[in-house]
């Protein structure tokens, strides 16, 4: 289905990500999705992309499958190149046609210049940045003052998860909508990258996020390590980039016995799939954020989940699945998954049925569209 009849080409401007197609984060992996939805319904999508390999301060534009794409390349690198890239980013788009979807509130003061304008902003509020622990005071300063600006500026506020938009709510005079994150179902997935791992299909747990304390990879590794594994041989696999100059990480490290596999940061499609496919469980140990991409990912792939007790992810994962606050309840629950079949069996079928539930893509990229079409 296209635009309806009788009605005349609209435009949709994506910022706030690294670019399309996804190679970084779920923002990217969304965008991805969302952009050729729209350009197949008849919206013509721009979405801007950082440059990070090009002359710095150069600027391109090209098309990727029908989305035009507006390249910048930062002259600084890290926090302030982002910075630099997302204000270059809506200087441009003010001369452009269209809706502006902006994904993230983290530069959202550089997004009042729009307003000023009398463009049509509708930004999505991610998770509650500036409480990540990883953060100095003056960063969860500017995170903190960016969600209010964000908040108040934007036509539509969207939110991923119901107590984010409780949270946004209470930072404006508007109802946020709630849209959560999509992924993909995934009913089959080939043994071979996992046993090429040296790992036995069904007898590992995996872990798939950013190593930080937030995230309690170090809590999750130490549990594993209380687990008794002297006749299964389970593993625990766990990707994430590992700095060797990072104090947390190495304390990872340090608590990683021989059966846990720190297999670094790993974004071969194929291989990941693999991975979450034929675990006996996902382990996500998140404490902050709201629908988390990978743990929906997790639920589309049908794995028995072991997360964090918290709001965010009981939510998300939904009943049928096995919670901890702590390493000794984390040790519990790989224990229970590891040696009991039937269990397991029933927190699969819990997590399919609640990927069914609310996060289709269908369902959440038509959302997005009804979003963008009101304004």
């Known amino acids: 289905m296209r635009l309806p009849s009788g009605q005349t080409s609209m435009y949709v401007n994506i910022l706030g990500i690294r670019g399309i197609p996804a190679t970084h984060g779920g923002f990217e992996t969304f965008a991805a999705y969302l952009a050729p939805y729209l350009y197949e319904r008849g919206y013509h999508v721009t979405v801007y992309c950082q440059d990070d390999e090009g002359t710095p301060g150069s600027s391109y534009e090209d098309e990727w499958n029908g989305i035009h794409r507006v390249h910048f390349a930062p002259k600084r690198g890290g926090a302030a190149g982002t910075m630099e890239f997302d204000l270059a980013c809506v200087r441009d788009v003010m001369k452009r046609p269209g809706v502006d979807l902006v994904l993230g509130y983290n530069t959202a003061v550089f997004n009042i210049l729009q307003r000023l304008r009398g463009r049509r902003v509708v930004m999505n509020m991610d998770g509650i940045e500036w409480k990540r622990a990883k953060w100095s005071f003056a960063a969860k300063a500017w995170f903190w003052i960016n969600e209010i600006a964000g908040a108040n500026l934007c036509h539509t506020a969207i939110a991923d998860h119901p107590q984010i938009a409780k949270h946004v709510a209470g930072r404006c005079f508007k109802t946020p909508v709630m849209i959560p994150y999509g992924g993909d179902i995934i009913d089959d997935a080939p043994e071979a990258p996992v046993r090429e791992m040296g790992l036995e299909p069904g007898n590992y747990l ?41 104090a947390y990480h190495q304390a990872v490290r340090n608590a990683a016995g021989e059966n846990v596999r720190l297999v670094g940061a790993i974004y071969d499609r194929t291989i990941v799939e693999a991975l979450r496919m034929h675990a006996a469980a996902y382990l996500h140990g998140h404490q902050v954020g709201g629908t988390n991409p990978s743990l929906v990912e997790a639920l589309g792939a049908g794995n028995a989940v072991i997360a964090h007790d918290n709001r965010f992810n009981r939510w998300t994962a939904g009943e049928g699945q096995l919670y901890f606050t702590d390493e000794t309840e984390a040790a519990k629950a790989m224990e229970m998954v590891l040696s009991d079949p039937e269990c397991r069996a029933a927190m699969q079928r819990a997590a399919r049925t609640r990927h069914h539930a609310d996060f289709q893509w269908s369902e959440v990229l038509a959302t997005y569209e009804k979003a963008i079409f009101d304004l």
Do not use: K
């Not at 872990?207 to 930080?212: G, H």
């Open 206 to 246: 995996v872990s798939i996020a950013r190593i930080e304390p937030e995230n309690s990879i170090l809590e999750l590794v130490q549990a594993f390590g209380r687990v008794d594994t002297s006749t299964s041989g389970a593993q625990c696999v766990v990707l994430g980039r590992l700095d060797p100059d990072n």
